[in-house]
């Protein structure tokens, strides 16, 4: 039950106990004890909400930054994530295999905010040896909900 009561939540977090109790065939109170197990086991983290950005602020920014860090003495790259993951710009921050150590996802209200965060508070900091900032330029989906463009493309359509 654990694992299809945790994607019927991914998809919809708003679904009511009994609604969930429905469609998993389980009591209310089953779902009710199985929800506060993944609370108190910190699987369960937080619900949101999924966003379409650019239609709530044009002028909103987000971007992702890869970082090339230098591994701290016993914790690794523990001690570099978490003092990133301290500024409130921070969406997210993630330890990844490849060219670059850690990914980091940040939200601004403009574009400047965004590229001065990133030239004088994460490229400044201890452990920090290079960035690389990407800029969202649009998105087609996020948290797997597709977004549809109110004006889509008709460029492609052509008349008989």
Known sequence: MRKELLNLLRVNCRLKNEELAAMLAVSTQDVEREIAALEEQNIIMGYSAVINEEKFDKNAV????????????????????KKVGQFRQVESVQLMSGAYDLAVTVKGDNLREVALFVSERLAAMDGVLST???????????????????DDDERSLTSP
């Open 132 to 150: 690389s900032t990407h800029f969202i330029l649009e998105r087609f989906k996020e948290k797997g909900v597709l977004f549809s463009s109110d």
């Open 62 to 81: 987000t971007a992702h930054i890869e970082l090339k860090v230098s591994p701290q003495m016993e914790n690794g790259y523990a001690a570099v994530a």
